[in-house]
């Protein structure tokens, strides 16, 4: 028997994840600390990117999903506006424009 290629499902694999040893041990010691989503790692990382971009401030977040939405609301998205989004995509992509008021 052979499968057929239009009913198989395969997963698509979008990046494979390049974690290493110096990776494994950062989140160890942010989980040991007590500060996964604060504190001074996160800091550190802010400082740094903002020096990276030659800009004044940074902003770590918990998601993409949370990135997006603050993008969009920074450039002043909502009611009235239409936003282009990909077909090939997180669903979040389209779920913060509606958040935004604005059409997907």
């Known amino acids: 028997m052979t499968s057929d290629p239009a009913t198989t499902r395969r997963t698509i694999q979008i990046a494979l994840p390049s974690t290493g040893e110096a990776e494994c041990e950062a989140v160890r010691e942010s989980i040991l600390s007590g500060w996964v989503t604060?504190?001074?790692k996160v800091a550190a990382f802010e400082k740094a990117?903002?020096?990276l971009h030659g800009v004044k401030h940074a902003l770590a977040v918990t998601s993409c999903?949370?990135?997006l939405h603050l993008?969009?609301?920074g450039l002043g998205i909502g009611p009235g506006d239409e936003v282009i989004?990909?077909?090939?995509t997180w669903v979040s992509t389209a779920n913060?424009?509606?958040?935004?008021?604005a059409t997907p």
């Open 38 to 40: 604060q504190g001074p």
């Open 49 to 51: 990117f903002a020096e």
């Open 65 to 67: 999903t949370t990135g």
């Open 71 to 73: 993008g969009l609301a």
């Open 85 to 88: 989004v990909p077909a090939f």
């Open 96 to 101: 913060v424009v509606l958040y935004c008021g």
